[in-house]
Structure formats: C-alpha cells, structure tokens
C-alpha cells in the first residue's frame, strides 16, 4: 500500500512540476512597430488660425522624421459660418503622398495652405 501511495504521489508531483515549466522563447522575442501611413489632420476656423497653428516647415520635419516610401496624407478643414439653414460649413483640402517625394508634397502643402488662406479672405 504504501508503494501505491508514494507512486500516486510522485506522479502528482512530476505532473504538477512540469506543468508549472515556462516557456521562455516567447518571452525573449522582441517586437518591431512599422508604421506605414501617417495622416496630419487640421482644423482650423479663420485665416489667423492657419497661419498660427502650422507652418510647412513643421510638415518639413514630420516628413524627415518619417522612413522611407511611407503614405503621407495631409488634410486641413476649413470651418466656415453658420447658414441661414442652421447647417454647418465648411471646406476641406486633402494632399496625399510619399515620404520619397518629399518636395513635391511639400509644395502641394504650400499651395493647399494658401488656398484655405483664400477661402477665409474671400468670405469677408
């Protein structure tokens, strides 16, 4: 009896130890973040507000900071008045691109930021 005992118990010991075991080749693995897109969004509600809030020369130092042949986009909302039907305004420009391309996307920035300049100093 006390051969069965001990057997049955070691066996629940060998079962419980081995079970309890790591594995620690999923922990030492590390991990890579990619980023493919970046997307800039701003909103803005006058003229004064584009030219305070973002300078092409920020977009600039996104674009460099970035890696290569990533998708860029750039968006700017132009909120514009309430009309007589209560419903909001308001005009968006958007620029897509390629961090390999940087200069091309920077001057369609430049021409999307003066258009949305435009659009407030019409409305006046």
Do not use: H
């Amino acid at each position: 009896m006390f051969k069965n005992v001990f057997l049955c118990f070691t066996l629940l010991v060998a079962t419980f130890g081995y079970s309890q075991s790591q594995n620690n080749e999923t922990l030492t693995k590390p991990s890579q973040t990619i980023i493919t897109n970046v997307d800039i969004v701003v909103e803005v509600d006058s003229a004064a507000d584009i030219e305070k809030t973002f300078k092409v020369e920020d977009i600039k130092k996104i674009i460099e900071s970035s890696e290569k042949n990533e998708t860029i986009t750039f968006k700017i909302v132009c909120q514009g008045n309430q009309d007589s039907a209560e419903k909001d305004s308001k005009m968006t420009y958007k620029v897509e691109g390629n961090t390999n391309y940087p200069n091309e996307f920077l001057n369609l920035i430049t021409n999307v930021r003066a258009s949305a300049i435009k659009f407030y100093n019409n409305k006046i």
